[in-house]
């Protein structure tokens, strides 16, 4: 896996310090929160981002969802119907 040379960040456009992007790095991660610590039921809307278009080379990413609640037996009971 080799280093994106042009393009490819991850967008933050909603910080309270201003729009941030963040360069893909290899061997780096970037984690946070999507929800609001004093509200875990609430969507921390600053959070809001998006991948950029990788204009040279390429990029490989991984999703990895941790979920506060067990979220698989409603959507079972949903499914079995």
Request: charged share 20%; glycine share 6%; aromatic share 10%.
């Amino acid at each position: 896996c080799q280093q994106v040379p042009r393009g490819g960040a991850t967008a933050f456009p909603n910080l309270p310090s201003g729009p941030v992007n963040i360069q893909p790095q290899r061997g780096k991660a970037v984690l946070w929160p999507s929800v609001l610590a004093d509200a875990p039921h609430s969507e921390d809307e600053r959070t809001d981002h998006e991948a950029l278009p990788v204009t040279k080379g390429e990029k490989f990413v991984a999703n990895f969802w941790i979920h506060q609640y067990d979220f698989k037996s409603p959507f079972a009971k949903v499914c079995q119907r």
